[in-house]
Nanobody
Protein backbone atom coordinates (compact mmCIF):
# COMPACT_ATOMS: atom_id res chain seq x y z
CA UNK A 1 0.00 0.00 0.00
CA UNK A 2 1.18 3.52 -0.81
CA UNK A 3 0.11 6.68 0.95
CA UNK A 4 0.51 10.00 -0.83
CA UNK A 5 0.51 13.44 0.76
CA UNK A 6 0.51 16.66 -1.24
CA UNK A 7 1.71 19.98 0.08
CA UNK A 8 2.73 23.39 -1.18
CA UNK A 9 -0.55 24.82 -2.36
CA UNK A 10 -1.65 28.33 -1.56
CA UNK A 11 -2.68 31.71 -2.90
CA UNK A 12 -0.50 33.43 -5.47
CA UNK A 13 -0.88 36.31 -7.90
CA UNK A 14 -1.00 35.73 -11.63
CA UNK A 15 2.51 35.35 -12.99
CA UNK A 16 3.79 33.91 -9.76
CA UNK A 17 5.11 30.47 -8.89
CA UNK A 18 4.40 27.61 -6.55
CA UNK A 19 6.02 24.25 -5.99
CA UNK A 20 3.83 21.34 -5.03
CA UNK A 21 5.22 18.24 -3.36
CA UNK A 22 3.90 14.72 -3.36
CA UNK A 23 5.51 12.55 -0.72
CA UNK A 24 4.96 8.83 -0.68
CA UNK A 25 5.19 6.41 2.19
CA UNK A 26 4.60 2.73 2.58
CA UNK A 27 6.59 1.49 -0.37
CA UNK A 28 9.60 2.44 -2.41
CA UNK A 29 8.33 4.92 -4.91
CA UNK A 30 11.19 5.16 -7.37
CA UNK A 31 9.68 2.78 -9.91
CA UNK A 32 6.19 4.25 -9.78
CA UNK A 33 4.63 6.54 -12.29
CA UNK A 34 3.39 9.66 -10.52
CA UNK A 35 0.69 11.73 -12.10
CA UNK A 36 -0.74 15.11 -11.24
CA UNK A 37 -4.35 16.03 -11.87
CA UNK A 38 -6.42 19.04 -11.00
CA UNK A 39 -10.06 19.81 -10.52
CA UNK A 40 -11.57 23.27 -10.66
CA UNK A 41 -15.00 24.03 -9.19
CA UNK A 42 -17.75 22.74 -11.43
CA UNK A 43 -15.32 21.01 -13.77
CA UNK A 44 -14.10 17.48 -14.26
CA UNK A 45 -10.72 16.39 -13.01
CA UNK A 46 -8.09 16.90 -15.69
CA UNK A 47 -4.62 15.60 -16.42
CA UNK A 48 -1.70 17.91 -15.67
CA UNK A 49 1.35 15.70 -16.14
CA UNK A 50 3.14 12.54 -15.16
CA UNK A 51 6.64 11.45 -14.31
CA UNK A 52 7.84 7.92 -14.99
CA UNK A 53 11.24 6.34 -15.34
CA UNK A 54 12.77 7.87 -18.41
CA UNK A 55 10.11 10.39 -19.33
CA UNK A 56 7.66 13.06 -18.37
CA UNK A 57 4.59 14.34 -20.12
CA UNK A 58 2.44 17.43 -19.70
CA UNK A 59 -0.95 18.66 -20.72
CA UNK A 60 -0.82 21.28 -23.45
CA UNK A 61 -2.33 23.84 -21.09
CA UNK A 62 0.69 23.70 -18.77
CA UNK A 63 3.51 22.75 -21.13
CA UNK A 64 6.40 25.17 -20.85
CA UNK A 65 5.17 26.50 -17.50
CA UNK A 66 5.07 23.43 -15.25
CA UNK A 67 7.95 21.04 -14.57
CA UNK A 68 8.00 17.69 -12.83
CA UNK A 69 11.00 16.39 -10.92
CA UNK A 70 11.70 13.56 -8.52
CA UNK A 71 13.85 13.01 -5.47
CA UNK A 72 13.78 9.27 -5.02
CA UNK A 73 15.83 9.45 -1.84
CA UNK A 74 12.97 11.43 -0.31
CA UNK A 75 10.22 9.47 -2.05
CA UNK A 76 8.97 12.81 -3.33
CA UNK A 77 7.81 14.18 -6.66
CA UNK A 78 7.67 17.93 -7.23
CA UNK A 79 5.49 19.99 -9.53
CA UNK A 80 7.08 23.36 -10.17
CA UNK A 81 4.46 25.76 -11.47
CA UNK A 82 5.61 29.02 -13.04
CA UNK A 83 3.78 31.83 -14.83
CA UNK A 84 0.60 30.86 -13.07
CA UNK A 85 -2.71 32.00 -14.49
CA UNK A 86 -6.13 32.39 -12.84
CA UNK A 87 -7.33 29.41 -14.87
CA UNK A 88 -4.79 27.25 -13.03
CA UNK A 89 -6.90 27.63 -9.90
CA UNK A 90 -7.95 24.16 -8.75
CA UNK A 91 -7.38 21.41 -6.24
CA UNK A 92 -4.27 19.56 -7.33
CA UNK A 93 -3.94 15.83 -6.72
CA UNK A 94 -1.01 13.52 -7.09
CA UNK A 95 -1.53 9.88 -7.92
CA UNK A 96 0.62 6.79 -8.20
CA UNK A 97 0.61 3.66 -10.26
CA UNK A 98 3.04 0.81 -10.72
CA UNK A 99 4.02 -1.00 -13.85
CA UNK A 100 6.44 1.50 -15.37
CA UNK A 101 3.57 2.75 -17.50
CA UNK A 102 2.39 6.10 -18.73
CA UNK A 103 -0.78 7.50 -17.21
CA UNK A 104 -2.91 10.15 -18.82
CA UNK A 105 -6.20 9.14 -17.23
CA UNK A 106 -7.21 9.16 -13.59
CA UNK A 107 -8.64 5.64 -13.73
CA UNK A 108 -5.15 4.31 -14.48
CA UNK A 109 -3.94 5.24 -10.99
CA UNK A 110 -4.30 3.16 -7.85
CA UNK A 111 -3.19 5.59 -5.18
CA UNK A 112 -4.28 9.17 -4.55
CA UNK A 113 -3.40 11.99 -2.23
CA UNK A 114 -5.93 14.20 -0.50
CA UNK A 115 -5.30 17.20 -2.73
CA UNK A 116 -3.94 20.69 -2.17
CA UNK A 117 -5.65 23.93 -3.12
CA UNK A 118 -3.99 26.30 -5.56
CA UNK A 119 -5.59 29.70 -6.04
CA UNK A 120 -4.25 32.21 -8.56
CA UNK A 121 -5.59 35.74 -8.29
CA UNK A 122 -5.75 38.13 -11.22
Amino acid sequence: QVQLVESGGGLVQAGGSLRLSCQASGRTFSSYTVGWFRQAPGKEREFVGFSKIGSTSYADSVKGRFTLSRDNAKNTVYLQMNSLKPEDTAIYYCAGRGGYSRGYYDYEYSYWGQGTQVTVSS
